[in-house]
């Protein structure tokens, strides 16, 4: 688990990352941002971070990040109890 310290460590260096658009850098903490949100159930807030991370590695062409952001959407949509879109970000994560 992280503390809140950080979290706060993550929130800035996604700020910093933002700031001198280095985009890579951006995807990386907004992934975990998400995943920190989601393992302690803030949906809604690890959404935000998810969506964010998949339309910034779409950009990109990471194929690595998108997957990653698949497979935590599925995650979260999960914890929404969207299962019709948890499932077709699952289906995505795999292929």
Not at 29 to 37: D, T
Request: charged residues 25%; neutral net charge; without cysteine.
């Amino acid at each position: 688990g992280m503390s809140n310290l950080a979290m706060d460590f993550f929130q800035k260096a996604l700020s910093t990352a933002k700031s001198v658009n280095n985009i890579e850098e951006v995807i990386e903490n907004s992934l975990i941002l998400a995943e920190y949100y989601t393992k302690n159930s803030f949906a809604d807030e690890a959404l935000k971070y998810a969506e964010a991370a998949l339309v910034s590695a779409e950009k990109m062409q990471a194929r690595y990040f998108v997957q990653k952001s698949w497979s935590l959407l599925a995650e979260i949509y999960g914890q929404k109890k969207d299962y019709k879109r948890s499932y077709e970000y699952n289906q995505l994560s795999k292929i």
